[in-house]
């Protein structure tokens, strides 16, 4: 079992920045991603990285704007945003332990969100 909390999300202007962690806890896995999801709109990827050898993935949307990386010391992955637009606000779940990194099907455990706003 794998417990993931989200954390750091929160109110922004556009053009802004946020950093959002991920904390796992509990068994080892081979990714952690990132996905978002607006109201009204299905849950999209946005970046992953491997837990071993730290291999990133972006979502075209984000790449040169969002850089994902790990602590590996403290199990967090992290999510920095810059440049925010407000097409970026979304709830952000990271989930953990992928058989297709880039599809939100392929992960088996998720954590709750934490809402990010980008205003105009």
């Known amino acids: 079992q794998v417990q993931l909390v989200e954390s750091g999300g929160g109110l922004v202007q556009a053009g802004g920045s946020l950093r959002l962690s991920c904390a796992a806890s509990?068994?080892?896995?081979?990714?952690i991603g990132w996905f978002r999801q607006a109201p009204g709109k299905e849950r999209e990827f946005v970046a992953a990285?491997?837990?071993?050898?730290?291999?990133?993935y972006y979502a075209d949307s984000v790449k040169g704007r969002f850089t994902i990386s790990r602590d590996n010391a403290k199990n967090t992955v992290y999510l920095q945003m810059n440049s925010l637009k407000p097409e970026d606000t979304a709830v952000y779940h990271c989930a953990a332990q992928a058989v297709l990194v880039t599809s939100p099907v392929g992960y088996r455990y998720w954590g709750q969100g934490t809402q990010v706003t980008v205003s105009s």
């Open positions: 990285i491997a837990w071993s050898g730290g291999t990133t």
């Open positions: 509990g068994r080892t896995v081979n990714v």
